[in-house]
């Protein structure tokens, strides 16, 4: 089983999927770092030899941040936003959306269930 950024890429997926498994690698990365790597994207991960997962970890690590590094930085950037009192910080901070969505209707992701949706649903439970 590779292990790869801290993580176990999944064994029966091929390598450019089992690589956006990474926080950090989508698609497009994770074709572009199989060939930097001298590796074939088609290739199962599991079949990948020791010296192919060793040329994909160097080639990660010369690319740029990943998993852990990347979360707190994006974690670091939302509290700069926070603390600076930006628009955008306050919409974190009230846990709305941020990038100009809607309220009035939808943004049910970020805001939570409607107010009374749960008492509705156990009245409706209780009469069955």
């Excluded at 926070?82 to 628009?87: L, N």
């Amino acid at each position: 089983m590779a292990r790869i950024a801290g993580v176990d890429l999944p064994p029966n997926k091929r390598l450019w999927i089992g690589l956006t498994a990474i926080y950090g690698i989508g698609q497009q990365r994770a074709r572009s770092l199989a060939a930097k790597a001298n590796v074939d994207a088609t290739k199962k991960i599991k079949d990948l030899t020791e010296e192919e997962v060793t040329r994909l970890r160097a080639a990660i690590e010369a690319e740029g941040r990943v998993e852990g590094d990347l979360r707190k930085e994006m974690q670091m950037n939302i509290r700069r936003l926070i603390e600076i009192q930006c628009y955008r910080g306050l919409r974190h901070r009230r846990n709305l959306p941020v990038h100009g969505q809607r309220t009035h209707t939808n943004a049910r992701t970020r805001k939570g269930p409607r107010k009374g949706a749960v008492a509705a649903k156990k009245k409706t439970m209780a009469r069955k």
